[in-house]
């Protein structure tokens, strides 16, 4: 049993009373629509509130390169069994803000409006319509360094902390790997201007925590390791009062695709057998444990369970 495995079988113990409370409804897709257009939605973890935000949809037009060695028709055919739009790949963005202990945590920063033109709603306005300020943030998580995580907690043109005041908190391996100046020539040429752009802002902050393992990072949250799109990827498993739910970033992007098809490898993967890995084990301990699950790509809303389909996955989403 492999690491990650071992970690994703390790502690779910509150996500069954979660099912059987039934505090969670699946919801239609027409109210999925209205959702997204209000941008924000929240529910309660025990004496947690979650928020997800909506951020927008990156178009992606690149059929023939997101998964590694799988052709452009098989790519749309998956799309189009999950009722998706063939004209483009949706990859859509969400990230959570975190109110537990009378605190307030954002994970990721979702893409500051600086990605694509379809994205960067909660810079735009929608985090401010979901009743979060810049001055509210005490603790910013990040799962991973990647930009549609990162550049909403950075000012466009000068690098800019959003939060300067706040604690950043980053798996010490995701951030060593990209604050390591060395590491700039290393990289594919399309991630070199991401290096430089952390590295001009994040040593800087002045309250950095790096951590390892899987750890309590504020009341109730839990980094989870779950390696291989980044090199230091990180879930979170936020818990209370024997309710949880599991935050899995990027470990498993765009369901249709990724969830429906465990052995395609992302063509983003820093690791691809690694995380193919990942994907597996935490696919199959939320089957077994009927876990809640959240994705920062999986649509809006963007919680809710895994389900088996034939041989297939497919997530089923749900609100309070
Ligand atoms: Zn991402």
């Not at 990209?178 to 952390?198: S, V, Y």
């Not at 999986?298 to 041989?311: C, H, T």
Request: glycine share 10%; aromatic share 8%; no cysteine.
């Amino acid at each position: 049993m492999n690491t990650t495995r071992r970690q994703f079988l390790a502690s779910s113990a509150g996500v069954a009373a979660l099912g059987l409370t039934g505090n969670l409804a699946f919801l239609p897709s027409a109210q999925a629509a209205d959702l997204r257009k209000k941008g924000h939605y929240s529910y309660k973890i025990g004496d947690i509130e979650v928020i997800s935000i909506y951020d927008g949809v990156w178009q992606n037009p690149g059929f023939g390169a997101i998964a590694k060695g799988v052709a452009e028709d098989d790519v749309k055919a998956a799309l189009t069994k999950a009722g998706q739009t063939t004209e483009y790949i949706p990859i859509e963005f969400a990230f959570t803000v975190i109110k537990s202990a009378g605190k307030t945590i954002l994970l990721d920063g979702g893409t500051g409006a600086q990605l694509a033109p379809t994205a960067g709603l909660a810079a735009k306005g929608g985090l401010a319509a979901a009743g979060i300020t810049p001055d509210m943030v005490d603790t910013v998580i990040v799962s991973h360094m990647h930009p549609d995580h990162i550049f909403g907690l950075m000012e466009k043109e000068t690098n800019a902390q959003v939060y300067p005041n706040a604690e950043i908190m980053v798996n010490e391996t995701e951030y060593n790997f990209w604050t390591d100046p060395a590491i700039i020539p290393k990289l594919p040429e399309r991630r070199q201007g991401l290096a430089k752009r952390i590295q001009a802002t994040f040593p800087n902050w002045k309250n950095v925590t790096l951590f390892n393992g899987d750890k309590e990072l504020v009341p109730g949250v839990n980094s989870v390791e779950s390696f291989g799109h980044a090199p230091g990827h990180t879930s979170i498993r936020i818990s209370s009062n024997g309710d949880d739910v599991t935050l899995i970033g990027d470990a498993i992007i765009v369901p249709a695709l990724f969830l429906a098809n465990l052995d395609w490898q992302l063509a983003f993967d820093a690791d691809k057998d690694q995380a193919t890995a990942t994907r597996k084990a935490i696919v199959e301990q939320a089957i077994a444990d009927n876990m809640m699950i959240g994705g920062y790509h999986f649509g809006f809303p963007n919680a809710g369970k895994i389900e088996k389909d034939g041989n297939s996955h497919v997530f089923v989403p749900a609100v309070v």
